[in-house]
C-alpha cells in the first residue's frame, strides 16, 4: 500500500465527489467494478464543501494497495488509523472524511475527500502539509504494510521494470505492459538496446530524460510515458544487474524488524507534534453541567454566533456529518499507540 495526496483542492465540491461516484473513469470509459462508499455522503461532502470560502477547501488523495481486494474489517481499521494519522486527539465530530472505494484498475484503492474545515468552530483545518506531515506518514505507511502483510512498495523486489500512474487509463496500461513485456523477452540489458528494439516494434521514441521514455501514440495525441526500471537511462541488465538486485532484496529483508522500530518512534513523535498542534489551534471547551439553564443559554448562544460572525459554513452541518462510530483505530492509533505490531518476524 501507497499513499498519494493530490495536488488540488481549490475547486467546488462536485469535482472530487463527481469523479470518485461516476460510472466512467477520467478518461470516460465506464468501471469495470462500480464505486462503493465506505463512508461519508458525497451529497454532504460536496454541500460542505461549496460552503467554504477558503482558497483551498478540501484535501484528496488515496492509499492505493497492490492487493485486489483485502478484509473488509482491514479496511475499516486502515481507515480509523489514517484519520487517526491526520487528526489525532480530534474527535470524529470535528472533521469528515468521505471514502470511496475504487476496484475496476485490478486493484485496491481507498479514495477519500477532506473538505478543508474544523466542524465545530468553522476555522481552516488543513489535514497534510507536505514538509511537515510526510515524515509522520510515511512511518504510518511503514508500520501499517507491516501489520496488515500489505505489499510494501519501498521492498527492492517490488521495484518493477515498468512503473505505472494511478490514473493511467486502462488501454495505455495495457499497452505499456505489452511493450515491456517485449523488452524483456528479448533481453535488453541497457537504454540503447531498448530505445533500438522501441523502434524495431515500429513505434517513435519523442523524448528521453533520465528516468523516462515516451513513445508517440497516435497523430496528435498524447505521447505514452514509459517508466520503470528497465526504462532508466542508468538501467543495466545481465548477471551484474541480478546479483546487485538480489543483494539489496536480501539487505532489505534483514533490515525490517530496525525499520519497524524506527517507523514506530517517527510516528510516535510526530503524532505528539500534530496533536498538540491540534490541540492549541481547536481548543475543546470545557464539560458543563447539562442542567435546563445551561441548556437554553447555550442555544441562545449558538443562534447568536451564527447570526453575528455568519459561520454556517461549519456549523450548519455539523448536526447532519457527526458520527456515532467509535474510534477504534485497529493497530495504530490515533494518540501515537502502536498496537498489534509484531517487532520479531518469524
Partial sequence: MLIKIHSHGSGGGSGPTGYLMSEKDHAGKVREVAPEVLRGDPAQTRELIDSLDFKRKYTSGVLSFSEANIKPEQKQKIMDSWEGTLFPGMDKNQYSVLWVEHRDK???????????VELQTGKRLQPYFDKA????????????????????????????????SNNLPKDRQEAAEAITRGLLDLGVENRAQVIGALSGFGLEVVRETKRNISIKVTEGGLNLRLKGAIYDENFRGGQELR?????AERGYREGRNQRVREAEGRYREGIRIRAD?????????????????????????????????GNERGVGLVRVLQRQAPSDLGEIDGRGKVGGVQRDIP
Fill in 243 to 247: 546479483a546487485a538486485r538480489e543483494d
Fill in 133 to 164: 506531515d510526510r515524515n509522520r506518514v510515511d512511518a504510518w505507511q511503514t508500520l501499517t504494510n507491516h501489520a496488515h502483510g500489505l505489499t510494501d512498495p519501498k521492498d527492492p523486489e517490488r521495484v518493477n521494470a515498468l512503473t505505472v
Fill in 277 to 309: 498542534y491540534l490541540r492549541e489551534r481547536y481548543p475543546k471547551p470545557e464539560p458543563q453541567a447539562l442542567d435546563a439553564q445551561h441548556i437554553a443559554r447555550a442555544s441562545t448562544d449558538r443562534a447568536s454566533d451564527i447570526r453575528n460572525t
Fill in 106 to 116: 485490478g486493484r485496491l484503492e481507498l479514495n477519500f475527500v477532506v473538505p478543508n
